[in-house]
């Protein structure tokens, strides 16, 4: 069956969907209170959110935002990172990327990551994952994402995630003015 991507908002049906897939992978979140997150998240600068959908049903998702002061997860890096750390900067957070258990590993998680990494307008990006998911951190480190610190604490959460980033090269706009196409480039 065909797998098509479809970008969403806040006022999408696709975000209740995300939200499905994403407390079914992770059932210890709490359904309406990961919903108001996911809300939160849809109303903030350069949130781009796509959908994986095969025969009408939503089967994965990924969304992320500007990171930038104010948002809990930015400014716990900038603690501990340091405020003048380069990667910080003009950075893109992939907040979430999750495939429903029985459509992995079938190449969708990869097209929703450089599909959402194209449409996000910053010169690098960002994430963090736990230390143990050794599939997502295979997936990102073929993708060109080097590690900012291998065992990053966000209290009060008591666990361990690996924080990455990847940097993205971009055209430059044409001498007439058309928009810059998304060109990405290895590791420094
Ligand atoms: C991580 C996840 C998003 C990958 O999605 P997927 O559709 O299964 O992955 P794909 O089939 O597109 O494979 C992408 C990459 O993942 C890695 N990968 C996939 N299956 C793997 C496996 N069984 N073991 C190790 N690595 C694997 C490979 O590096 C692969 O790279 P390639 O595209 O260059 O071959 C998916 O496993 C998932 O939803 N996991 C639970 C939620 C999660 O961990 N999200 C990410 C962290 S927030």
Redesign the pocket.
């Known amino acids: 069956m065909p797998v098509h991507l479809h970008s969403y908002t806040r006022a999408s049906p696709f975000l209740d969907a995300a939200v499905q897939i994403f407390v079914q992978?992770w059932p210890s979140y709490d359904l309406a209170a990961t919903r108001s997150s996911f809300m939160r998240y849809a109303a903030l600068r350069d949130f781009h959110g796509i959908v994986a959908v095969s025969d009408s049903v939503v089967v994965?998702f990924g969304f992320g935002v500007r990171s930038a002061p104010g948002i809990r997860w930015h400014d716990q890096m900038t603690a501990q990172l340091g405020v003048d750390h380069p990667a910080l900067h003009d950075a893109w957070q992939l907040v979430?990327?999750?495939?429903a258990e029985e459509?992995?590993?079938?190449?969708?998680?990869?097209?929703l990551h450089d599909a959402l990494l194209a449409a996000q307008p910053c010169p690098r990006a960002l994430l963090s994952?736990y230390t143990t998911?050794?599939?997502?951190r295979?997936?990102y480190e073929?993708r060109g994402w080097y590690y900012l610190h291998s065992a990053f604490i966000f209290p009060p959460n008591p666990h361990a995630y690996v924080t990455m980033a990847k940097e993205l090269a971009r055209l430059s706009p044409t001498a007439e003015g058309r928009s810059s196409v998304p060109m990405e480039r290895g590791p420094c």
């Open positions: 992978t994965g979430n990327l999750a495939i459509h992995r590993g079938h190449g969708i998680g990869g097209r994952t998911n050794a599939q997502a295979a997936m073929r």
